[in-house]
């Protein structure tokens, strides 16, 4: 009978510290329009096909350049394709490249972080001193370097962004290992008898990994910016793949015969970027508002 009440006092508090998180976000208007413009993209990007007017990679002789009209929304681009539903179709691929290079080096950083937080000092200046090494590349000329190797494509893409993105996660996560190593209550368990992966994963992880999701969804926008820029520049997913940064390259090189397709272009990387950086602000202020002061 214990028990039982026990888990309904705590489903009590954790109904109501959601209730308290949702009430808070409520009242973060920046937060409300984050979310709004994510949900439009997320949507937009998984039911795109049901969303599209035309096939975004055919090409009409007739229609080239046209302005925007009835029969296509946002005008067609140099071929003649529909400029709508290639931003339509377009916007899965930055979604699919952030989530996979962050969450590949949200994996790899949090396993690193760990170890160099957790392990002995000769391991921890050795992993300190592959996370500077890395970082100490300027971004753009290591993508260049990677993408010369490997021929642009999207996994090249992917990987680029993982790898940069690492050490960030791997340092975070290390500064706050370090700083929970030595607390009592993990003084206690090594007392017990705990071994070192079950006090890393019941004892340290939970208490790392929520500013480290945070940072993650921060770092969002900065991954679209980034696959947009390489693709603007040629080097992110080849033709006649649909891509924001291809569409705006495209309207950049007929900006004279037609500078609409620069604004059709440019405006889905503009209401993603904007909507997932007031999304992980709100989230920052509301779950860690001490990760203000740190960064």
């Not at 007017?53 to 009409?60: K, S, V």
């Not at 642009?152 to 680029?160: E, G, R």
């Not at 939970?206 to 945070?214: A, C, D, K």
Request: hydrophobic share 50%; glycine share 10%; charged share 15%.
């Amino acid at each position: 009978m214990a028990s039982v009440e026990s888990v309904e006092v705590d489903e009590g508090r954790s109904l109501g510290a959601i209730r308290t998180y949702l009430r808070q976000f409520g009242r973060n208007r920046l937060g409300v329009l984050g979310a709004v413009l994510v949900l439009l993209v997320l949507a937009s990007a998984i039911f795109g096909p049901l969303l599209i007017t035309h096939d975004p990679i055919r090409i009409m002789v007739g229609p080239r350049l046209a302005p925007p009209s009835a029969n296509f929304l946002l005008g067609t681009d140099q071929l003649g394709r529909d400029t709508f539903s290639r931003i339509i179709i377009g916007g899965q691929i930055p979604l699919l490249v952030a989530s996979a290079s962050l969450a590949s080096s949200l994996v790899v950083g949090l396993l690193l972080g760990l170890i160099a937080g957790f392990g002995p000092r000769w391991l921890d200046n050795l992993l300190l001193l592959i996370f500077d090494t890395i970082r100490s590349f300027p971004g753009i000329i290591f993508a260049l370097a990677v993408i010369a190797l490997l021929g642009p494509s999207l996994f090249s893409v992917i990987l680029v962004i993982a790898i940069t993105s690492m050490p960030i996660y791997a340092r975070v996560v290390r500064t706050q290992t370090q700083a929970l190593r030595n607390s009592d209550y993990i003084d206690a368990e090594r007392s017990m008898g705990a071994s070192t992966a079950r006090i890393l994963t019941v004892h340290i992880l939970p208490n790392v990994i929520g500013p480290l999701l945070i940072l993650v969804s921060m770092d969002v926008p900065a991954v679209i910016a980034v696959e947009a820029g390489l693709s603007f520049l040629g080097m992110g997913v080849r033709p006649p793949t649909p891509d924001w940064g291809a569409i705006l390259n495209d309207g950049y090189a007929y900006i004279h015969q037609s500078g609409w397709l620069v604004f059709a272009g440019g405006i889905p990387i503009v209401v993603a970027t904007l909507g997932f950086t007031f999304l992980g602000e709100a989230l920052r202020d509301i779950f860690d508002p001490k990760l203000r002061k740190d960064l």
